[in-house]
């Protein structure tokens, strides 16, 4: 059985954008691997129904492997709590792109539109472990990352 993975704190990303999303390295036994940890709220942490919520909704994530969903390794210990750990994708958010874009070409447009909804419903027909359909609740400009690599597109 292999290791179980380590994770290292590197310091902030997007720094000064309001961001709480840290860089980390992911260590595996295989070599180093940029990630992204997304600490978990104090609120969060004190509240047992509202971790609990956290925890099954991150398993259910970390299942989920499609091309256009940003992997999700879990929940993973840091010196000050609980942080969920996700693959780095190497892009921008969407509303970043459409800022400065202003407008974008349609043939683009229909290339994000298309990835983002064979994603949504692929972790829609996933399904939870009770079977009840997945549905994401925050997708948005803010929430999407539109990568410069084929591995994650939207």
Do not use: C
């Not at 874009?101 to 027909?125: E, K, M, N, S």
């Amino acid at each position: 059985m292999a290791p179980s993975p380590r994770f290292h704190l590197v310091g902030p990303l997007n720094s000064g954008l309001g961001s709480r999303a840290q860089l980390g390295i992911r260590l595996d036994g295989t070599g180093m691997v940029p990630v992204v940890l997304l600490p978990v709220p104090r609120k969060t942490l004190d509240d047992p129904e509202a971790l609990l919520h956290l925890r099954k909704e991150t398993d259910r994530a970390v299942a989920l492997e499609h091309p256009s969903i940003l992997r999700v390794y879990g929940l993973v210990p840091t010196k000050k709590g609980l942080a969920r750990a996700t693959a780095y994708a190497n892009g921008e958010p969407f509303r970043r792109v459409l800022t400065r874009a202003g407008r974008l070409p349609p043939a683009l447009a229909g290339r994000i539109v298309a990835d983002v909804a064979t994603g949504v419903h692929f972790a829609h027909l996933a399904g939870s472990e009770e079977g009840v359909p997945l549905v994401h609740g925050d997708l948005r400009p803010e929430t999407l990352m539109v990568s410069r690599s084929e591995e994650h597109t939207s």
